[in-house]
């Protein structure tokens, strides 16, 4: 294509919105009846509440660039496109924006809320999606709230109660008030707040005991009061028993090692529940249940008149009452962590309620994650840290709408429990009965109307992506799972829990971990503190390539990345100077055979290594290594020191080595695009379709045979040598030298030496002849002048006027004396000048070569 077709400046608008027109998608289809080797990609489903948002956009860069690279190695790659649906945060979503709650309105019609809204946020978001150039395989794509994929999650409810690793019973489970519902330990967040520790007195007909707490609400919750069995100052009270203030009932005094004696006054109440300690002690005790708070968040009769208010009336009327009747006698303010919901950030509760739980078998989740590949690898000790600190198992039932069905049913008459049969599946038991009687031979049946942990859902993505259920020849396990490292705890962790309760197999081959996208203030990035940033700003601004390059470049897998406007910036100017490359090469770049020259073989090794070194880096997933090795190649190399140097050869007449440098140019362009194609899909496409006729991403990745030039490494030294000299002097690139002598062992090709000095060359094997003499002397006047001052100016023109070769003598014998003056050698410069055969040059040494340069007469 002739220059002059191809506009100056990159249009990325033009060029990207064009490609999202034109490229098939069907490219990018798993093939199920394919003999290459699979690379199955358990692709994160998100949540489809709200905007596809820039961390999104990190971690479906970092998986395109895998997919497309395997892709060119020759693999059979599926990268899915799932929607996990389900769960508290669309409900969240749809409470907001109606204003209702889901008890305001009918069941049916809720979820019929909630299915819209997800409906609509599916749609924003695939298009987010493909406008960033994604290679998604939408063939693949999964939505849960469809039948098709929770009937697969209702199916492993029912084998996993099958086997015993689902049960109901009562037990502590964590509470969100405000969603009133039960969620699992991993999807509680911490956060630090102050609160009051309360000093107060329990009576007892031994004198009082001083308990400290910062939950005064919970005294009608109160069941056992515990001091440490090595505290002097309460042993005496073990055994006995104490008044519970304000609601007067009395409570045993236990002793255990775990009570702090240094916290408070050393002594405890223990509540059921205040917190997982509570748990354990009323297990290890076998202590009563009182719950004080229901499921709504309020007081329960046992609390007497402070029954119905919220938990915070009711701290606020109980501590008034007490500090009114001097039972509290001291107050403090007290740094504390505070369990919070994920979702909702309220504060929760611990209930002791009858749910569905999945028993946890620690040692087979590490075992698993042993056999798995984690990048980086790390990463791994969080899921392991986890894993340990699992007191129960895992809460899978919650009082929800818009989630998956529990497929269970409850006999009214002996309240046996029922669950489906799988060939019953899909269902769901608020709206069918069970087609079979009790075993007891009643037909009524009371459904089960908690639903699904969403997890439950997308812990099987694994599994549902290979086939499992909807295929005869599974291909589990997937080889990938890439995700961020916030949910370790919560998808890694399950995700494996399920596929080896499930199929017995682990569910990927290696685990990529991304980190969180921060904002340029150094934060996470959030609307509420003003540093978010969408990708459809980008994409107006400087393209989805310039995104992709930022997350390739923003650093290491596992790492956070700062978003910074002004990395986006270099990554289009980037573009720009890819573009102008293009640009120049387009007329000369032609597909020929020809004799490469030593500079053509210098720059095709070098492009060897680099195809070596990015391979490698893609092999280890380190992106921001492939990407910066490419960039300062095509910038450094190929740019500024190849095409600077063969710039005379093209522009001359036709020859041998025009079209070597025409076939290195085009070959060096196709390699560079094959590439880059994995990082910026859009301006590569631009690129390759203009100098092949094919699309960039159907090509395979290069691979090039082994070129080796010493000589075309000391061509590009020895020009990068007379490009700075000619700088250093003030002189324009292409100004004419009078002629430059090249001395060196290696058999060196001139011609685009002398393109780049503009002079001739000749070419001498030893080393030069020459000699240097003192031709001025520049006095140093910020020496001479401060010590001499009026002496001065007859100092400086004596010395000018002296023969600059007796003045060298002078000083080297240590002395030289001027008007009666001393001059040290630090006041004067000796200005030599190096000669070869008479002649006046300017002597440049390499490590394999020396330069003279013959002064212009």
Known sequence: MPMSEISKEYNFREVEEKWIERWDPSVYYFDWGSEKPQYIIDTPPPYPTGNFHIGNALNWCYIDFVARYKRMRGYNVMFPQGWDCHGLPTEVKVEETYHITKNQVPREEFRRLCEEMTAQAIERMRRTITRLGISTDWSNEYITMKPEYYVKTQRSFVQMYEKGMIYREDHPVNWCPRCATAIAFAEVEYDTRTTTLNYMRFESDYGSLEIATTRPELLPACVAVAVNPNDERHIGFVGKSVKVPLFDYEVPVLSDPAVDPSFGTGVVMICTFGDKQDVRWWVEHNLPLRQAIDREGRLTEIAGKFKGMSITEAKNAIVDEMLSRGIIYRQEPLEQNVGLCWRCKTPIEILSERQWFVRIYPDVIIKTADEIEWVPEHMKLRLKNWTGTMEWDWCISRQRVFATPIPAWYCRRCGEVMVAKEEWLPLDPTKTQPPVSCSCGSNEFEPEEDVLDTWMDSSISALHVTGWLSREDPRYPAQLRPQGHDIIRTWAFYTILRSMALVGVKPWETILINGMVLGEDGRKMSKSLNNFVIPEEVFEKNGADALRQWAALGGSPGSDVMFQWKEIVAASRFQQKLWSIYRFAAPFASDTDAPFT??????????????????????????????????????EVLADDYIEIVKSRLYGPDSDERRAAQATLYRVLDVLCRLMAPFIPFITEEIYTSLTGKSVHTQSWPSLETYTSPEGALIREIAA????????????????????????????ETFDLRGVANAPIQLRKGQPEIESRAVAVKPVMRFIGPRYKDQAGKIIKKLTSMDPADVERMLASGRVEIEGAEITPEMVEIVRETLSMGEAVDVLRLDRATLLIRRSS
């Open 598 to 635: 030593q500079i053509d073989r210098w720059l095709l090794g070098e492009l060897g290594m680099l195809v070596s070194k990015v391979t490698d880096a893609m092999e280890a997933f380190q992106f921001d290594e492939a990407f910066r090795a490419i960039r300062a190649f095509t910038w």
């Open 721 to 748: 040598a007379i490009r700075r000299y000619k700088s250093e002097r003030g002189m324009a690139l292409n100004a004419p030298l009078s002629g430059i002598e090249i001395y060196t062992e290696l058999e060196l």
